[in-house]
């Protein structure tokens, strides 16, 4: 858990009107409680300071002509988080995935499924289109406004 983690979740209970919170995660513990004032004080934290790795994406790859291939992410819909959790992508360990890359889905259709605070959260599509990328990773923690998911509404 990072600083961003713990901005995301006070903004969340200040939209919420939360005046305590408590979570415990990896050998973090926070317990946030808002003041009369609105603000939120830490009465209890332990941080983990980790060092911010930075990863170099792979450079595109030249097409035959020698320009550089330019995908057009601006047309695919992003299925965003709409909260902090844990990213399964089936509904229990022994079922089939909700999706794969490739699959055609509805607008409705469940995506996957966010944990958050013992609750499952289904995220549906929010258009019919093509899977063309899946950017969660099963079993990790998400953050709020991460994106999971890439669909072609042209398909």
Not at 35 to 56: I, K, Q
Not at 108 to 125: H, Q, S, Y
């Amino acid at each position: 858990m990072d600083i961003k983690d713990i901005e995301n979740i006070i903004k969340i209970l200040k939209q919420n009107e939360v005046t305590e919170f408590e979570l415990e995660q990896e050998g973090t513990r926070v317990k946030l409680s808002r003041t009369a004032g609105g603000t939120y004080v830490s009465t209890e934290a332990r941080y983990e300071v980790v060092p911010a790795v930075h990863v170099a994406s792979a450079a595109p790859v030249a097409s035959a002509n020698g320009s550089a291939p330019q995908e057009d992410l601006g047309r695919y819909v992003k299925v965003e988080s709409p909260i902090v959790g844990t990213f399964y992508r089936k509904p229990s360990p022994d079922a089939d995935l909700f999706v794969k890359e490739g699959d055609t889905v509805s607008k409705g259709d469940t995506l996957c499924i966010v944990e958050a605070m013992k609750l499952m959260n289904e995220i549906e599509a929010p258009t019919s289109g093509k899977i063309v990328k899946i950017l969660g990773v099963e079993g990790k923690v998400i953050e709020f406004g991460e994106v999971l998911f890439l669909i072609d509404p042209a398909v």
